[in-house]
C-alpha cells in the first residue's frame, strides 16, 4: 500500500519568513495530494490540494510543488504569521476506483515565534 | 453550508464497555470515512462508505469495530468491547464524490480506562 513519509516533525520560524515542509509518497499510482491544517481542538481543514498533472499551485502565501518523478510533494507557506501556528498533515490518494482513501503523513508542528 | 458534524466531542469509557460514535456529513455528500490518529501518530483511514454501502473497509482493525450508514446519510460508529489501545481521535469526513476534497469533523476524542 501507500507510504507518505513527512519532514520535519517539528519546525519553527520567525514571523515574516517562510516556512517548508516536505512529503515524500511511495505509490507512483498516486495523483492527488492534499494538505492539512490542524488547529489545537479541531479537525483537519482542507488548506490546498494538487493533482499529479500540476506541478505546482498558488493560493496567496501558500505555494505546494509536486515532483512526479522523484515522488515528492512539498508545502511552502510565505510571509508566516502567528496564527500559521499549526499542525500540518500531508496527504496522497491513488487514481484507483473504489480506493478512495487517504494516506497521511504524521504531521509538522508549526511554530511561528513573533 | 454546515460542516461535517460529530457527536461526543468527547468520551471517557472504561475498558470493556461499549460507545458509539457519531458523524453528520455535509449535506449531499455521497461519500463517508473514518479515519482515526492514535497517540500523536499519523491519520489512519477506518473506512469509506459510498450512500449506505462500504466501499472500502480495510482499514477497520478488528470486529469490535461496526460502522453503518443506514438510509445513507448519518453514520455510526461502534466499538464494543472497548480495549485501552482504542484510545485516540476519531475523525468523520464526507466529499461529495470520489474526485472532490474531504473534508473533516472536529473528530471525537475516545480515552479508555
Known amino acids: 500500500g501507500e507510504n507518505v513519509e513527512q519532514h520535519p516533525s517539528t519546525l519553527s520560524v520567525q514571523e515574516g519568513d517562510s516556512a517548508v515542509i516536505k512529503c515524500t509518497y511511495s505509490?507512483?499510482?498516486?495523483?492527488?495530494f492534499p494538505w492539512y491544517k490542524q488547529e489545537l481542538g479541531k479537525g483537519p481543514q482542507l488548506i490546498i490540494d494538487i493533482r499529479s498533472n500540476v506541478g505546482e499551485k498558488k493560493d496567496q502565501r501558500i505555494a505546494v510543488t509536486l515532483n512526479k518523478t522523484a515522488k515528492h510533494f512539498s508545502l511552502h507557506i510565505t510571509e508566516t504569521q502567528p496564527e500559521d501556528s499549526a499542525v500540518y498533515f500531508c496527504a496522497a490518494r491513488l487514481s484507483n476506483f473504489g480506493n478512495e482513501k487517504l494516506t497521511f503523513g504524521t504531521g509538522t508542528r508549526l511554530t511561528i515565534i513573533p | 453550508e454546515a460542516g461535517v458534524t460529530q457527536f461526543p466531542s468527547h468520551s471517557v469509557i472504561e475498558k470493556g464497555q461499549t460507545v458509539t460514535l457519531r458523524c453528520d456529513p455535509i449535506?449531499?455528500?455521497?461519500?463517508l470515512y473514518w479515519y482515526r490518529r492514535v497517540m500523536g501518530k499519523e491519520i489512519k483511514f477506518l473506512l469509506h462508505?459510498?450512500?449506505?454501502?462500504?466501499?472500502?473497509e480495510s482499514g477497520m482493525p478488528n470486529n469490535r469495530f461496526l460502522a453503518e450508514r443506514t438510509g445513507g446519510t448519518y453514520s455510526t460508529l461502534k466499538v464494543q468491547p472497548a480495549e485501552l489501545e482504542d484510545s485516540g481521535v476519531y475523525f468523520c469526513a464526507s466529499s461529495q464524490d470520489r474526485h472532490q476534497p474531504q473534508h473533516f469533523g472536529d473528530g471525537t476524542r475516545l480515552s479508555i480506562l
Open positions: 449535506s449531499g455528500h455521497d461519500n
Open positions: 505509490d507512483s499510482a498516486s495523483n492527488y
Open positions: 462508505f459510498v450512500k449506505e454501502s462500504k466501499q472500502d
